[in-house]
């Protein structure tokens, strides 16, 4: 279960043993006791990433963290937008990168597991505001293009029988209320499928966005490696390529791109 997890833990003793080595303690308990106080800050980072993500839910429904390393494409599109919002902890996800950016130690393994935790977590959080905001117009009983026209059906209807009966009345004596009315109703019939032309436009440019977006969003996520080793300025430009395009990624991504960049 915590292969991945062990894998990272070992390669930060490794990375805090050779690190203290270099410092030419004269003491060997000195030389342990720094060893100790990197790998201990590094797997301070390590916990936050694996408590960051649940695998599952308890007996009472609750997410389980914790139990884990978060792996690709756990859960992103599974389910209920609201379920997968919620197993994410992100507060956990951002002390995991600034734990991790304020220590000298470094695991490429570690790194592809935090920022495939960053970008799906983006993702959730993404479908999650877009269903909140569908609930919310339902709530507010916004209408569908279908209830637009047919409320206007309604409208255009009593405004052509309460205009006709008024015209008829006062120009042909009380004769001719159809005919009247047919051609009245004519131009408001046109008014209104203006009107619903231009809501169905706009809902369809706006569902068009939101599936170019989680295309965009899901492009950047399943082009990042999920091997190691992995070249961060590769990583870096897949990022960006998508970010030109309107896709807004968490900032802790680059600052862990750059750092290994750096390293």
């Known amino acids: 279960m915590y292969r991945a997890y062990d894998r990272i833990a070992e390669s930060f003793a490794q990375s805090a043993s050779q690190l203290a080595a270099s410092e030419n303690h004269t003491d060997k308990n000195a030389e342990f006791l720094s060893a100790e106080k990197y790998f201990v800050n590094a797997q301070e980072a390590l916990d936050a990433l694996l408590y960051a993500a649940c695998s599952g839910k308890d007996d009472d429904g609750k997410p389980k963290f914790g139990d884990e390393l978060w792996q690709h494409d756990n859960f992103i599109l599974d389910g209920d937008p609201y379920d997968n919002f919620r197993k994410f902890d992100r507060g956990e996800l951002d002390y995991a990168a600034r734990k991790y950016l304020s220590q000298p130690l470094r ?3 570690f790194e592809l597991r935090l920022m495939d935790a960053l970008a799906g977590c983006e993702i959730t959080t993404f479908r999650y505001d877009v269903h909140c905001a569908d609930q919310l ?20 209807a009593l405004i052509a029988a309460i205009l006709s009966a008024g015209v008829s009345y006062l120009f ?6 159809i005919q009247t009315g047919v051609i009245i109703s004519i131009p408001l019939f046109v008014f209104l499928l203006w009107i619903v032309s231009s809501e169905y436009k706009a809902q369809k440019m706006k569902s068009d966005a939101y599936a170019t977006a989680l295309q965009l969003l899901l492009e950047g996520y ?13 990583v870096r430009r897949v990022f960006i390529e998508t970010s030109k395009s309107g896709v807004v990624w ?11 960049g750096a390293k």
């Open 137 to 156: 117009n339902k709530t507010l009983e916004v209408p569908t293009v279908a209830g637009i026209f047919f409320r206007g059906l309604l409208i255009v």
């Open 222 to 234: 399943n082009r990042v490696p999920h091997s190691t080793p992995y070249s961060p300025t590769e």
């Open 250 to 260: 968490p900032n802790s991504i680059f600052a862990i791109l750059d750092s290994s």
């Open 107 to 109: 695991s490429d393994l």
């Open 172 to 177: 042909f004596d009380g004769t001719n209320t």
